[in-house]
Structures are given as C-alpha cells and as structure tokens.
C-alpha cells in the first residue's frame, strides 16, 4: 500500500473553538491531539513534523479545513504547542498518514 | 432585529478547491460569489467591505471555516479580487448580514 506523505503549510485552531461541533461530528477540544485536514477520510492518524526543530505529534483528522492556498493542516492547540508553532502562527510542516482510516 | 456586523481578517479558497464539495454540500467555484463562516447559517447573504479601498462584494455563506485566529471569513477567489485582496492574500474586511437566513 502506499504511503501517503504531504508538505505544506500548518495553522491551528483559534481558543474560540472550544466546544464547537466539527465537520466529523465530534466537538473540538484544544487539549486533545486532533487535526483538520481537507481530504483524508476522519479517524485517519497523521504525523506533522517540524523539519525545523524535529519535533512531531499524531493527531487524528476530526474535521475539514483549511482554504488558504499553500495550508496543508489545521492543528488542535495542543499539537500545534508540542511541534512549537504557536509563536510562529504559520509554520511549515511534514505530514505522514500513520493509520489509514477508510472514507 | 439586530443587525449583524462582525471586523477581522479575510483570505481566499485556494484554487484547487474548484469543484470540491462545501460543507452546504454545493460544489466551490471559483467564479461564484461564496464564502466560508463558522457560524452564520448557510444561505446567508454578507457585504465583505475592504476598509482600506472601500470596495465590497456580497457573498453567500456556503462552507465553513476559516480556524486561524482573527481570521473571520474565506472568500472565493471572485469576491476577493473584487475587494481587492488577492495579492496581500490576507487583509482586514468588514462583515454586515444583508439577507439573514434562518439556520
């Protein structure tokens, strides 16, 4: 099978999103480790990389999101803390589908 | 009835959302004058005034998003050319509901 990997562009949620309903259904909290992405089926675990500092997280897609041209993913708070891109707002990343979720 | 009215930033649908499914279900065209809100009800009418030209557009609510923080509303690529935000790719608007529709 292969393996799907995708580099561009990560923002994450704005605090006001607490407790809103995502596209999936589920209701976003910024302490859980979760992802917006707008083509890979939900439940589907990613890893996000910060080539410039190394770090990465899992998260699982939960919604839909985001438009803006060179965005790949939309990070939870708590991802975007432990790959250390609040600061930034924007920051480059590297993404690999861990765990295949069917659409 | 209250009028709403809402100040933040706006950015556009990348073009390769052309012919992909909204969250209303309608299909994004780049050509059409939609947007993207995260809680006005789908089928909602806004004027989108760029304070720094004083152009504006109307946009009918069809998708959902944007989550990056200040960040208000998406615009197809249409509406953001005729406000005049292409090339800065994101830049302050002004939202005011012109046809309210029931959610």
């Known amino acids: ?3 799907f990997t995708q580099s561009g562009k990560a923002s994450f949620y704005a605090d006001k999103f607490n407790g809103r309903k995502t596209a ?3 209701i976003y909290r910024p302490n859980k480790r979760t992802a ?3 083509t890979l089926p939900f439940g589907t675990v990613v890893r ?3 080539p410039r500092n ?4 899992k998260v ?3 919604d839909r999101g985001p438009h803006a041209k060179g965005r790949v993913i939309d990070l939870s708070k708590k991802a975007a803390r432990k790959i250390g891109i ?3 707002g924007v920051a480059p ?8 979720k069917k659409g």
């Open 93 to 100: 990343v590297e993404l690999k589908v861990v765990h295949r």
């Open 60 to 62: 699982t897609v939960t």
């Open 36 to 38: 917006a992405h707008n």
């Open 1 to 3: 099978a292969e393996t």
């Open 24 to 26: 999936s259904g589920t």
């Open 48 to 50: 996000v990389t910060n």
């Open 86 to 88: 609040v600061d930034a």
């Open 54 to 57: 190394h770090r990465s997280v």
